[in-house]
């Protein structure tokens, strides 16, 4: 028998593909597909769905908590609705649901954290310095502080009388 290359295969065939094995039967994994249809068709995920989506390793009302937290940026056309479920799927920002900010880079664009492990204003103007060369006795952290890895981070900053951003390996600048 032939193998059938991804290219022909359809789009739940993928998914069976790459994620059948976390679900125990053939309901759940239907339901792991609906939610992501949903996403690729921009359709928010309600907060049982995001809530199963994460998994059972988290505390359900912190969860909850993630979830509001993100259906309002939505409701804000901060965030898309089908970023909500990256935030599941990806299991960021699932400890913390006051690590969930948006900062404006564009006038129609924000930029919202995906990190949740928050550290010292000392680690982040140590870290700003590392990777972009601004002199830490200039740098002035804004808000709590988020780092993950090299190329995920969160740290908002003023230096050089400008507001700047650091997310997921890019700088930007933003509005105060």
Do not use: P
């Not at 993100?70 to 965030?79: H, R, S, Y």
């Not at 140590?126 to 890895?149: C, H, K, M, P, S």
């Amino acid at each position: 028998m032939a193998a059938i290359k991804l290219t022909e295969m359809s789009d739940f065939e993928k998914f069976v593909h790459e994620r059948g094995w976390e679900f125990k039967n053939e309901e759940a994994l239907k339901a792991g597909y609906d939610r992501l249809w949903k996403c690729k068709h921009d359709i928010l995920l309600t907060e049982e769905e995001f809530v199963v989506e994460a998994g059972a390793n988290y505390d359900a009302d912190t969860l909850k908590a993630v979830y509001a937290a993100l259906a309002d940026l939505v409701k804000q056309k901060k965030l898309r609705a089908a970023e909500v479920y990256g935030y599941s799927r990806y299991k960021w920002c699932l400890r913390n649901s006051k690590a969930i900010i948006a900062y404006q880079e564009g006038r129609d664009r924000w930029i919202v954290n995906n990190c949740d492990t928050e550290i010292s204003e000392d680690e982040a103007k140590l870290a700003v310095n590392d990777e972009w060369g601004f002199e830490t006795d200039r740098v002035q952290i804004i808000g709590a502080a988020y780092y993950d890895a090299t190329d995920y981070q969160y740290i908002r900053f003023n230096c050089a009388h400008m507001t700047w951003l650091w997310a997921n390996g890019n700088l930007y600048q933003v509005y105060a």
